[in-house]
């Protein structure tokens, strides 16, 4: 029922996202390149703190036999951005559409899925050029790429499920933006990200897996570092979380989206 009035009214939703692509990058001069200079700029910084300074090795791809921590860094790395620039852009969303919220009637969760939909479409942009750059360095990733498409497709779904649910708690307390800030940077050294999970420890490893972005860099890294598939495991946990928490953030937005109009 939920997915079906979703759909229903799928060409608001649609029109909302092209706004949010439009001004996503309004009036900036280099605009959509900067969607590319981000998550680059970002790697590089990581690359020479961590692969030079600190000389962090990444693992040998397996079986792709690929040695360069830059790329494995770039494979965990633009999933990451896309998850926390999507929350932290939704967390505000609502507040800062006050007046609409207030006077029109809509679906609220349109608000938040548009964001997350814009910014799905610069992280496809993204993988597409780390894929070009995998295979110039001799990573055949093309036959993986239907793979790749639907783990990030799921981890659209698990972004907007746990942004729906930010988003709505936003509304009614708006600490949780600075929470959020805090727990987010938490969250990014809790994931295995800037370095290989074979550097937890084995006593930890069990609570690393319980963190869905763990999972996700690591089926991503397998597909485009590694060639190979993750196990079965890993992508039975992806679907169950990801849908599951869509379900329940959108679910529990639409139940607190009752007295919007009035908290704001």
Same mark, same amino acid.
């Given at each position: !029922?939920?997915?079906?009035?979703?759909?229903?009214?799928?060409?608001?939703? /649609? @029109?909302?996202?092209?706004?949010?692509?439009?001004?996503?990058? +309004?009036?900036? #001069?280099?605009? /959509?390149?900067?969607?590319?200079?981000?998550?680059?700029?970002?790697?590089?910084?990581? %690359?020479l703190v961590f692969g030079e300074i600190l000389d962090v090795k990444a693992p040998l791809g397996n079986p792709s036999q690929l040695d360069s921590f830059p790329l494995y860094l770039l494979c965990g790395l633009l999933p990451w951005s896309f998850f926390s620039t999507s929350v932290t852009t939704s967390m505000s969303n609502l507040v800062g559409n006050a007046g609409l919220v207030r006077k029109v009637w809509f679906p609220r969760e349109h608000l938040v899925l548009a964001t997350v939909i814009a910014l799905m479409v610069s992280l496809?942009?993204?993988?597409?050029?780390? !894929?070009?750059?995998?295979?110039?360095?001799?990573?055949?990733?093309?036959?993986?790429?239907?793979?790749? #498409?639907?783990?990030?497709?799921?981890?659209?779904?698990?972004?907007? *499920?746990?942004?729906?649910?930010?988003?709505?708690?936003?509304?009614?307390?708006?600490?949780?933006?600075?929470?959020?800030?805090?727990? %987010?940077?938490? /969250?990014?050294?809790?994931? &295995?990200?800037?370095?290989?999970?074979?550097?937890? &420890?084995? +006593?930890?490893?069990?609570?690393?897996?319980?963190?869905? !972005?763990?999972?996700?860099?690591?089926?991503?890294? @397998?597909?485009?570092?590694?060639?190979? !598939?993750?196990?079965? #495991?890993?992508? #039975?946990?992806?679907?169950?979380?990801?849908? *599951?928490?869509?379900?329940?953030?959108?679910?529990?937005?639409?139940?607190?989206?009752?007295?919007?109009?009035?908290?704001?």
């Amino acid at each position: !029922m939920i997915v079906l009035d979703l759909f229903s009214t799928r060409e608001l939703l /649609w @029109n909302l996202t092209l706004r949010e692509l439009r001004t996503r990058y +309004k009036r900036s #001069a280099l605009g /959509w390149l900067w969607s590319l200079l981000n998550p680059l700029g970002t790697m590089l910084v990581f %690359a020479l703190v961590f692969g030079e300074i600190l000389d962090v090795k990444a693992p040998l791809g397996n079986p792709s036999q690929l040695d360069s921590f830059p790329l494995y860094l770039l494979c965990g790395l633009l999933p990451w951005s896309f998850f926390s620039t999507s929350v932290t852009t939704s967390m505000s969303n609502l507040v800062g559409n006050a007046g609409l919220v207030r006077k029109v009637w809509f679906p609220r969760e349109h608000l938040v899925l548009a964001t997350v939909i814009a910014l799905m479409v610069s992280l496809a942009i993204e993988y597409t050029l780390a !894929m070009v750059a995998l295979t110039i360095v001799g990573n055949f990733v093309l036959p993986w790429v239907p793979l790749i #498409a639907i783990v990030l497709l799921l981890l659209s779904l698990f972004t907007a *499920g746990l942004s729906l649910f930010l988003a709505a708690a936003n509304v009614y307390f708006r600490d949780l933006t600075h929470l959020w800030t805090i727990l %987010a940077q938490m /969250w990014f050294y809790a994931t &295995p990200i800037v370095y290989p999970l074979t550097l937890v &420890p084995e +006593k930890y490893k069990f609570v690393y897996g319980l963190n869905p !972005m763990t999972r996700f860099v690591t089926a991503l890294r @397998n597909l485009a570092y590694d060639m190979r !598939m993750p196990t079965g #495991a890993t992508i #039975a946990y992806l679907f169950v979380v990801s849908i *599951g928490t869509f379900l329940i953030g959108l679910t529990l937005f639409r139940r607190m989206s009752r007295r919007f109009a009035e908290e704001l």
